[in-house]
């Protein structure tokens, strides 16, 4: 059984939800999404193929216990907290993800969020993350130093309006097989460092399609300059897709990246395998 404690304190419940499609899911609380301030998950519920949608508009929902709650058998999250507005922190560590193929809009537009431990998720089946944290607006910190993105193939606004994070540690990303990273950072206008594995990355040699925008609005970020770890503003607005997606300056073009290693020797800084550096050759 699975149990809601809504705003009157009453409860209801649903059955398993197994094999039915997403637009068929009836958690339970479909027609009181706005009454609903705490959900609490008992008896080890265990969820269908799909969670999508599960929260979706629950905008005063303040806590949710997962305690509970299995899912092993799912293979799509989007959208499951999309517009919960009035959620200020959330425990996934007990989520399965290893069978989670779409995790687009996840937690798109969840306002109040502050933090996320993500590290738990195992995120090596996923194809789609697009606007997974679009609007997450007050979010300043973001744990995805577990991320497998090696079968990602949409990742554009994935992070579009998370205003008040100032670093992403996106070290273990990998965008072989991304098409479309379009408005990836947009507007993340307090962004200073996005932080790769080391200073060889280059996302624009393997990847991709579409990346128009990508880092519109990111008028924060810093980088490596001559060959070191800048706190200089390297932002160029007319330098937006993937083509700055890299670490130093490449063939005259400034990079937004900050290597996590922070080896500033000479020869770890691609300025000088492409014979430029701030223009001097």
């Known amino acids: 059984m699975r149990y809601v404690s809504v705003g009157d304190r009453r409860r209801g419940h649903t059955d398993d939800t197994r094999g039915q499609a997403a637009d068929e899911v009836n958690w339970g609380w479909k027609d009181n999404r706005r009454k609903i301030k705490s959900v609490v998950f008992e008896d080890n519920v265990r969820a269908g193929s799909t969670t999508q949608n599960m929260f979706i508009n629950c905008y005063y929902l303040e806590t949710i216990n997962f305690g509970g709650f299995d899912t092993t058998n799912v293979s799509n999250m989007a959208s499951m907290f999309e517009s919960c507005e009035s959620l200020t922190s959330l425990d996934l560590s007990s989520f399965d993800t290893s069978n989670v193929t779409e995790m687009d809009y996840m937690f798109e537009n969840c306002k109040s969020l502050t933090s996320l431990d993500l590290s738990s998720f195992d995120t090596s089946s996923v194809t789609y993350m697009h606007h997974m944290f679009s609007e997450c607006e007050n979010l300043t910190s973001l744990d995805l130093s577990s991320f497998d993105t090696s079968n990602v193939t949409y990742i554009g606004y994935m992070f579009k309006g998370c205003s008040t994070l100032t670093s992403l540690d996106l070290s273990s990303f ?47 970020l810093k980088g490596v300059k001559n060959g070191a770890v800048s706190e200089e503003n390297v932002y160029d607005g007319n330098r937006l897709d993937a083509s700055a997606a890299h670490v130093g300056m490449i063939n005259g073009v400034q990079g937004y990246f900050t290597p996590l290693t922070q080896d500033t020797s000479l020869n770890s800084f691609p300025e000088f395998v492409n014979f430029t550096l701030d223009g001097i050759i």
């Open 174 to 220: 990998d965008m072989s097989k991304v098409t479309n990273s379009a408005r990836m950072f947009v507007s993340c206008s307090s962004l200073e460092r996005i932080y790769v594995k080391d200073a060889s990355v280059n996302w624009n040699l393997s990847m991709n399609e579409n990346s128009s925008n990508m880092f519109y609005g990111c008028t924060s």
